[in-house]
């Protein structure tokens, strides 16, 4: 982080010269030296020196000038009341931002007003609704290497910049842990190669991330901030122990696991504004502490900056669920939008969200990145999902049930942190009051995953009574003016507000009385915050004033008077209010104290109630878009008018496609031209699978497939300049991930394999590709192609067949029909596209022109000639030399031609290649 967020370049020749406020000022920058330090002065959050140079430019507010006695130097500043909005625009340049509040009353301290940082803000640790862009899990991940120098606590204890991992790329085996701060979600994994874990960063899709001594920092992409921490939260004992605070013994044998959960508590624990010097478990320096008004605590300080919220944390092996890797995810665009066609939805995720809430949300996003490989887990979703397909009513309820859910996951975890208001608790409340009610709509429910769900349904009936006898209906925002808690809760809090009631009652009363005793009709009581309650009497009545008047406040045309009776009710109701405002945040801070001693039941109540919002999703998709039950776990990959589920929404017209592999057919050669549907045809194959093995029912009038262990894609690709790797080097590198980790039970999608090189050498990359995922790894492929000398493939290796996409070309014109067929295509129809395009005609006419002159259409094949062959037809020319007849027998094959067709070009030397071409010319020329 650059220094200048430390301390400021240009600083008092001495110490001890600043003034006490802006030595507290440098003091939190020294301790938060790689955070960017917002200090509040007020009602704002100050930057001072170059650190407020940066604030001014980031955020676009006014650069002012601030003097004292060591000088002039620079400040600006953002309203409190709406930080949130300008903290994102920092958290979006790279910085992370520690927020320093007061800690102190002001009114109360006759010095300088004590400061605290109470919480780090980063990418990966947001908590706050106004950050939190979506309903989606915001992971901060951790990464440890158990390779040389691993260990911190056998190296220096200096922070390690930028998280660069110092160290080197490191060896394995490694520890992944990742926690989202605002629900409490907290996953460990561990693999011994690299590749696995980008696999798993791929899948989770971290914000932010520290890294360990020894483990590689350019594993995370480009979108994830690498943040520092110290190296001895990393150290195994200090680790373990915190793990353990946490979650019990879990018996986690991995060290580097350990010490990657232990170090992202620690760091967690540090953005809650715990010791940013990771020390000890439950030392007083991780106390959490707040100012005048905010949520910490009944005197403002938690105990401690533990995360009382956090989920049980959930070992996993990565083997236990279908691998989507970031590549993958791209791909088939599960999750983001290659392209935007207006307002449809473009992603998989969009086309299935039928979810009633953000706990629904969250786990479908959870369901689709990690779909399982266990058949009868599989199948125990997919009953839940067939039974609220087939009951409309049930699922219209719950639908409607669910609607009403708040995010209670995020909501527990502010009310653990001391961050929940009145507001947040009521709609904890709301959210119980719908449980019974989803019991009851469970009542006769007969998949066994439904009435699992609803015999754990938990209403936490105590919290909700809690919560109903001391919150009021509709509370104030502001948690220190009173409106929050019900009188009646607390008999002291009845009391106060009684004596407030009955002093206002009697004021109100007192005007009529007034202007009665003396007979001035226009006589006013009023109130203002700085005068308090006065009697107002216009200049020309002041005669009639009694003696018992006293003179408050003299105006342009009246003057405002006490009585002392008046002012002992004044005194009274000051008094009763002041002490009940005092009394209700103490009695809410208490409240808020017990509810968040049920976390835990809390947060099984949210994964229940999301996991019944996936049921109703997937059963309201699978209705109203003709969704069919797959068969999961048979021995073929069999659909029936399969269709894409994204690109059947986008478009006025789709024709669905059957898709068959089975143990002696795997390996399908795609070919057609582009536009005809060969890339849609290949996504809705994986797709079928990922939504299968997530829970879901698939688009087709039948589906038997399966279980697939992983999707591979090399489908599209661009180049990586910052990386220095072109596009062609990217393919090649995706296509070398495919041929080591592809397995016989992973569906592989090859598109364009071979097609960033010369024609020769694509060719020649694609065969081999070809015979070595037939022969050596056996997958389920779809392999897409224009070298349509690729499709003899088919007559050498049993398991490979080739696949067509038809066309019809009707008075020159040529309409693409999107229908897959045995066999292989004629043409690629390039030219035919580019028109389509929209490429002038003129350029169009000339590309033709040229292809006539090759003496080739536009597959490679001889033109027309005089004895009416036409390349528009779709034929395929056999592999066999000995072949007599072309097209299907409708000319004898030319002398030239059986010469061409005889020749194996993928598996000829340069020299023969050579030699072959002079011996073809010269027959030609004779």
Not at 63 to 72: H, I, P
Not at 137 to 166: E, K
Not at 296 to 302: L, N, P, Q, T, Y
Not at 838 to 857: F, H, I, T, Y
Request: charged content about 30%; aromatic content about 6%; some cysteine.
């Amino acid at each position: 982080m650059d220094a200048a967020l430390g301390a400021p370049a240009k600083m008092a020749e001495r110490e001890e010269d600043l003034t006490p406020m802006m030595a507290q000022y440098f003091e939190l920058c020294r301790e938060y030296d790689d955070s960017l330090v917002l200090f509040q002065v007020g009602d704002f959050y100050e930057a001072f020196c170059e650190a407020a140079e940066r604030v001014a430019r980031i955020c676009e507010i006014t650069l002012t000038k601030r003097e004292d006695s060591t000088g002039e130097y620079a400040m600006s500043g953002i309203p409190i009341d709406n930080a949130e909005s300008y903290i994102e625009r920092l958290l979006e340049s790279g910085y992370r931002v520690a927020v320093a509040d007061q800690v102190e009353d002001p009114d109360e301290v006759s010095g300088v007003v004590d400061r605290a940082v109470t919480r780090v803000v980063t990418p990966g640790t947001l908590t706050e609704d106004e950050l939190l862009r979506s309903a989606d899990n915001n992971y901060v991940a951790c990464l440890t290497a158990d390779g040389p120098g691993g260990d911190a606590s056998t190296r220096d204890t200096s922070r390690a910049g930028g998280g660069a991992g110092a160290g080197g790329d490191g060896d394995g085996p490694y520890g992944l842990a990742l926690l989202d701060v605002s629900t409490g979600d907290c996953y460990a994994t561990g693999a011994d190669r690299l590749d696995s874990i980008a696999d798993e960063l791929g899948r989770f899709a971290p914000a932010e991330a520290i890294v360990g001594p020894a483990a590689p920092a350019d594993v995370f992409d480009g979108d994830c901030m690498v943040s520092p921490y110290e190296r001895t939260a990393f150290d195994a004992e200090r680790a373990r122990e915190r793990v353990e605070a946490y979650f019990g013994d879990l018996g986690l044998a991995d060290e580097a696991e350990v010490r990657a959960c232990g170090a992202l508590l620690a760091y967690a624990e540090y953005t809650r504004g715990g010791n940013p010097d990771a020390g000890d478990i439950g030392d007083d320096s991780t106390a959490e502490v707040a100012g005048p008004g905010s949520t910490a605590g009944d005197d403002g300080v938690d105990d401690t900056a533990t995360l009382d919220y956090i989920n049980p944390l959930t070992r996993y092996d990565p083997r236990e669920y279908m691998l989507l890797d970031r590549v993958a995810l791209e791909s088939l665009e599960l999750f983001d939008r290659r392209a935007v066609h207006g307002d449809r939805a473009l992603t998989l995720v969009d086309a299935l969200d039928e979810t009633a809430c953000a706990l629904g949300r969250r786990k479908l996003d959870d369901w689709l990145r990690r779909p399982l490989l266990d058949e009868d887990r599989i199948a125990a979703r997919h009953d839940a999902v067939a039974e609220l397909t087939g009951d409309v009513t049930l699922r219209e309820d719950l639908h409607d049930l669910l609607d009403d859910v708040y995010d209670i996951e995020r909501l527990i975890s502010r009310v653990a942190r001391g961050r929940a208001t009145a507001r947040d608790l009521r709609s904890l409340h709301d959210t119980l009051a719908v449980v019974p009610d989803v019991e009851a709509a469970l009542a006769d429910a007969d998949s066994a995953t439904l009435v699992e769900l609803r015999e754990h349904l938990d209403p936490l009936t105590d919290v909700r009574e809690l919560i109903d006898e001391a919150i009021q209906r509709d509370p104030d925002a502001d948690l220190t003016e009173g409106g929050i808690v019900e009188p009646d809760f607390d008999e002291e809090l009845a009391e106060l507000r009684a004596t407030e009631r009955e002093g206002k009652a009697w004021i109100d009363d007192l005007e009529a009385g007034e202007r009665e005793r003396t007979g001035i009709d226009s006589l006013k009581v009023g109130h203002t915050s700085v005068h308090g309650y006065y009697i107002e009497v216009t200049d020309p009545n002041l005669d009639s004033v009694p003696d018992d008047y006293q003179r408050r406040q003299t105006l342009k045309n009246s003057e405002r008077f006490v009585t002392p009776e008046l002012r002992e009710r004044e005194d009274e109701i000051i008094r009763a209010e002041d002490r009940a405002d005092d009394l209700e945040y103490e009695l809410f801070c208490a409240v808020r104290r017990d509810v968040a001693e049920e976390s835990e039941r809390v947060q099984a109540l949210a994964d229940r109630l999301a996991r019944l919002d996936v049921f109703v999703s997937f059963a309201s998709v699978a209705a109203k878009f003709d969704y069919t039950r797959p068969a999961v776990g048979a021995d073929e990959f069999e659909v029936a008018a399969g269709r894409h589920p994204v690109v059947e929404r986008t478009e006025e017209r789709f024709v669905p496609n059957d898709a068959h592999f089975d143990d002696e057919h795997f390996f399908a050669v795609v070919t057609g031209p582009n536009m005809s549907g060969k890339s849609t045809y290949m996504r809705q194959v994986a797709l079928t699978s990922v939504l299968a093995q997530a829970g879901s029912f698939v688009p087709a009038a039948e589906a038997r497939l399966p279980v697939v262990d992983r999707v591979f894609t090399r489908v599209g690709a661009s180049d990586d300049i910052a990386g220095g790797r072109s596009t062609f080097m990217v393919e090649m590198t995706e296509l070398a991930d495919i041929l080591t980790n592809a397995t016989e039970d992973s569906l592989v999608l090859l598109d364009e394999v071979g097609r960033g090189t010369s024609t020769a050498d694509g060719l020649a990359i694609a065969r081999a590709v070809t015979e070595h995922v037939h022969d050596e790894v056996g997958a389920t492929t779809l392999f897409a192609t224009h070298h349509h000398e690729l499709t003899a493939i088919a007559d050498d290796l049993s398991g490979v067949f080739n696949l067509h996409f038809e066309t019809e070309r009707t008075d020159g014109e040529v309409a693409f029909e999107h229908e897959v067929a045995p066999g292989a295509a004629a043409a690629s129809y390039g030219i035919e596209v580019a028109k389509l395009a929209g490429v002038p005609a003129e350029v169009v006419d000339r590309s033709r022109e040229l292809l006539g002159e090759s003496g080739s259409d536009e597959r490679g094949e001889p033109a027309a000639d005089a004895n009416g062959y036409d390349p528009g037809e779709n034929v395929r020319v056999s592999s066999t030399a000995d072949e007599e007849t072309r097209g299907g027998g409708d000319r004898p094959a030319s002398d030239l031609e059986r010469k061409l067709v005889a020749l194996d070009v993928a598996t000829m030397t340069p020299l023969e290649a050579m030699n072959a071409l002079a011996e073809l010319k010269e027959s030609l020329d004779e």
